[in-house]
């Protein structure tokens, strides 16, 4: 990874087209390209954070975090986020490209006030982050059932010192990612 020097920076509206590139590259398909479009103009998805990872002006990956709430929405409640989706190109993946978009992110998260970030994804990965697996052995259930064999899958990390202070429930994702078919895997 440190003889690549990589560039990471919030993305622009005119970057649409590139963060696209990198997540249909990434996953081999366009579902995730096109959840990440739609997240991008969901406005119940604000604040979010969405940055791009460059290696001199190639784009390489992409990370994205929108605002989660617990139960119901309540714009009073904690800031928190949802991770998701993570896409690195083929060519530059298992080079610690994903591990430094999450440790930006978090930072930037922490930075905005955001107290936890939940994701849905690879239980071998994420913990190495900070992650904990089985979130909602913590209390927190995902929008939709996770089958049981899954529930490591199901991941928080806390950003404040207080820790799981925060009411416990279930997590309501912005609209666009609210709808079982993302959460089937
Ligand atoms: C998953 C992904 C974002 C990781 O980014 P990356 O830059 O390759 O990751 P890093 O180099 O920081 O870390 C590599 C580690 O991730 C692990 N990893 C990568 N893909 C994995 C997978 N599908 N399942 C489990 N672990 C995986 C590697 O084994 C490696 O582990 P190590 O640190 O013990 O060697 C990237 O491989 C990717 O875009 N994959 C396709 C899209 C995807 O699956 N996105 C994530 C959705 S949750």
Wanted: glycine share 6%.
């Amino acid at each position: 990874m440190n003889e690549l020097n990589i560039q990471i920076r919030e993305s622009r509206k005119a970057d649409l087209e590139d963060i696209m590139y990198v997540q249909s590259r990434a996953f081999g398909h366009d579902k995730e390209a096109q959840l990440t479009a739609d997240l991008l103009q969901d406005n119940t998805a604000e604040p979010l954070l969405s940055l791009l990872a460059f290696d001199q002006q190639k784009v390489i990956g992409h990370i994205l975090f929108t605002r989660v709430y617990i139960n119901k929405v309540d714009k009073t409640q904690p800031l928190m986020h949802i991770l998701a989706p993570l896409a690195v190109i083929p060519d530059y993946q298992n080079r610690g490209i994903g591990g430094v978009l999450i440790r930006e992110g978090l930072n930037r998260l922490k930075r905005m006030g955001s107290e936890l970030v939940f994701v849905l994804g690879h239980m071998e990965y994420y913990p190495k982050l900070g992650f904990i697996p089985d979130a909602k052995k913590i209390g927190y259930s995902a929008p939709f059932p996770i089958p049981d064999e899954f529930a490591n899958a199901w991941m928080v990390q806390s950003l404040n010192p207080n820790r799981f202070t925060i009411e416990k429930g279930q997590v309501i994702c912005a609209k666009t990612l609210n709808r079982p078919e993302h959460w089937r895997e």
